[in-house]
């Protein structure tokens, strides 16, 4: 285990999607915000691992976490469960109605094109929804980042994440929509 690090190793994460919620003990959170329109209510909570946002709308409640292979996790109502590598997407109807879409990648950058993309996240956390800077590894390295942008609309939700992992010069970006 590396101390001093509050991300684990980008190597080790994994993307999913409940139909459920999940319960809040089972992570440390950093930083939340949350969002309430007549149709829907959404908490997005930035974790060590990323984030996880629990959407409600009706009677069905989804999931969206990222989350370390070994993090302990229900197996019921997981509907999706990938290993966060290169780009993927996904996308979900619900029997409530309710529509998903999610597109998620992980970057790997040179360390210089890495510390510009990084230095543009810490300017764009000054307008994210919601944000956290994690402690730098050491004081020569970028403290980890994430942050959190939406666009709302009455019928759905559209959110942004960028979480960064300094010490594999790594970022993972997540786009998911909610329709109603």
């Given at each position: 285990?590396?101390?001093?690090f ?8 994994v ?52 989350a ?103 970022i ?9």
């Open positions: 285990m590396n101390v001093g509050a991300r684990p190793k980008v190597t080790d994460l993307f999913h999607l409940f139909a459920r919620p999940l319960h809040p003990e089972l992570f440390h959170v950093h930083a939340d915000t949350e969002i309430w329109q007549n149709r829907y209510h959404a908490l997005i909570q930035i974790c060590d691992a990323g984030h996880l946002v629990t959407f409600r709308s009706q009677d069905q409640t989804i999931s969206e976490l990222t370390t292979r070994s993090q302990p996790l229900p197996q019921r109502k997981r509907l999706v469960e990938k290993r966060l590598s290169g780009s993927r997407d996904e996308s979900v109807r619900f029997g409530s109605g309710i529509g998903y879409h999610v597109s998620f990648q992980l970057e790997q950058l040179e360390p210089d094109v890495f510390l510009n993309f990084h230095e543009e996240l810490l300017l764009d956390c000054a307008r994210a929804d919601v944000a956290h800077r994690f402690p730098a590894g050491n004081r020569l390295a970028p403290a980890p980042l994430s942050l959190v942008k939406t666009d709302i609309w009455p019928h759905s939700l559209l959110i942004h994440t960028f979480h960064t992992f300094p010490e594999s010069c790594a993972i970006k997540t786009q998911s929509l909610f329709e109603i």
